[in-house]
């Protein structure tokens, strides 16, 4: 079921649901659903749903989701969610979530990456900077504010800041840390704040810059 310009209403076909142009209202596709424009209300679809602008509503896909510029609501993938550039809403891909540039609300999935900024709750990430609380079984960023609970590693990147506190196995702050690490191993460049954890390295101390337990910088 296709239209050469404008889909509105209820669309439901055994194959795909197609426009050329914006869908809107209910679209169920035995494969897949699309818009060439914006696709707006809900979707579903066995292998995809996928629009070339904008997607705002709820989406619902075996394979995967898909918006060539921002994606807004909620988002399923049963292995990925992208957006070319924002993503605000929920998103749940098995594999992965990936977006061009900022992604703001409660993002899963195997691994979840941003060009740009990332606020909220997320489970797996690396973004340029973190905003917020995050999860994951590793992490990295270029700044991060607010909590990351990271068990395997959390890493800043060289020049980078650090605000907030971390929990992780392996904290390796390669910048600024101002704000609390725990973990087995702490490593900071600039510790304004407190390692705690067996081994606890601060580069810019000159004295007592590694510690067991607990170190500390104003």
């Known amino acids: 079921m296709g239209g050469g310009v404008d889909v509105t209403g209820i669309a439901v076909a055994g ?4 426009s050329g142009h914006d869908l809107s209202g209910l679209a169920i596709g035995g494969i897949g659903v699309g818009a060439r424009h914006d696709l707006t209300g809900i ?3 066995a292998v995809g749903v996928g629009s070339g602008h904008d997607l705002t509503g709820i989406a619902v896909a075996g394979f995967g989701v898909g ?4 994606l807004k609501g909620l ?12 993503l605000t809403g929920l998103a749940v891909g098995a594999v992965g979530v990936g977006v061009g540039r900022d992604l703001t609300g409660l993002v899963i999935g195997g691994a979840v990456g941003a060009g740009g900024h990332l606020r909220g709750v997320a489970v797996a990430v690396a973004a340029p900077q973190l ?3 995050t999860v994951g079984l590793a992490a990295g960023t270029k700044h991060m504010r607010g909590i990351v609970i990271a068990p395997a590693y959390f ?3 060289r020049g980078g800041t650090m605000r907030g506190a971390s929990l992780s196995a392996f904290n390796h702050i390669r910048g600024r840390q101002q704000g609390l690490t725990i973990g087995l191993l702490n490593i900071a460049d600039e510790l304004h704040g407190v390692q705690i954890g067996l081994i606890n390295m601060a580069r810019n101390k000159q004295s007592f810059s590694v510690l067991p337990f607990v170190n500390f910088n104003r």
């Open 75 to 86: 988002a399923i993938g049963g292995v990925g969610v992208g957006a070319g550039r924002d």
């Open 131 to 133: 905003t917020g609380f």
């Open 155 to 157: 890493r800043v990147e």
């Open 15 to 18: 194959v795909a649901v197609g």
């Open 67 to 70: 918006a060539g510029r921002d």
């Open 43 to 45: 979707a579903s679809g």
